[in-house]
């Protein structure tokens, strides 16, 4: 069964430094989509990302997040200067119909877990 | 906006007994509906969907949800729980127009033998 594939499962960074965390999506989904659950609680949107672009982004997506998909296969989520309270379980998802046709179930990878000290 | 409510941090229910968690929701216009299920250290799985047509859609592993429009609400059943089924449990919504789904706060459920 095709999945989504999440790079690395853990990173631990100091304060300040940049990150990246890389996901693989499911290679015919055209939908992108990160988001974060801290300490197991509520599962939090942060961007959605089709054809190329933004589609939709939270509040907490500011100017220290940004996306980008570099290549047909990789999608990435890059925080310029990691705070303490970036500090969460990152999910990246993927789906793969049209936004309209309602059938939007979204793949989810198995999370990259994010400490900042 | 739209918005997601499950009342209940967690729910016990004994192994055999129906097991129902609650979810409500906020859409300004027809809401997609879903259920999607976590394990300890695992992303989320799809379990079930409401788009449109029957109110009571059945979804994975013997679970169901009943969409019910004039309360805003959908949820999520099974007519006999198994330990197996311990787990931590997200109602989500989309609105028509947007590209994100939203999610509840979760609702955990533990199953006694």
């Known amino acids: 069964e095709p999945e989504v594939t999440q790079t690395p499962s853990h990173q631990v960074t100091q304060m300040g430094q940049e990150v990246i965390l890389r996901c693989v999506p499911i290679s015919n989904h055209l939908y992108f989509y990160w988001y974060r659950q801290i300490l197991g609680q509520k599962v939090e949107f942060l961007v959605s990302?089709?054809?190329?672009?933004?589609?939709?982004k939270s509040e907490i997506f500011d100017d220290q997040f940004s996306v980008e998909r570099p290549d047909g296969s990789n999608f990435t989520l890059k925080i310029r200067s990691t705070k303490l309270e970036d500090s969460a379980m990152y999910f990246c998802?993927?789906?793969?119909?049209?936004?309209?046709?309602?059938?939007?179930?979204?793949?989810f990878g198995a999370g990259s877990r994010l400490t900042v000290l | 906006a739209q918005s997601v409510a499950q009342p209940e941090d967690q729910v016990n229910v004994a192994e055999g007994n129906p097991l129902t968690v609650k979810c409500t929701y906020s859409v300004s216009g027809n809401p997609y509906l879903f259920w999607y299920v976590q394990y300890p250290n695992r992303g989320l799985q799809f379990l079930l969907k409401?788009?449109?047509?029957?109110?009571l859609v059945k979804g994975s592993y013997g679970f169901e949800a009943e969409f019910n429009k004039s309360q805003t609400s959908f949820h999520l059943k099974k007519p006999s729980a198994l330990v197996s089924d311990s787990a931590l449990y997200f109602c989500a919504v989309r609105d028509t127009g947007g590209f994100k789904t939203i999610f509840g706060a979760g609702t955990r459920l533990f199953v006694k033998a």
């Open positions: 990302f089709y054809n190329n672009e933004i589609s939709e």
């Open positions: 998802a993927s789906s793969g119909w049209h936004r309209d046709s309602g059938a939007n179930v979204l793949t």
């Open positions: 409401y788009i449109t047509g029957d109110n």
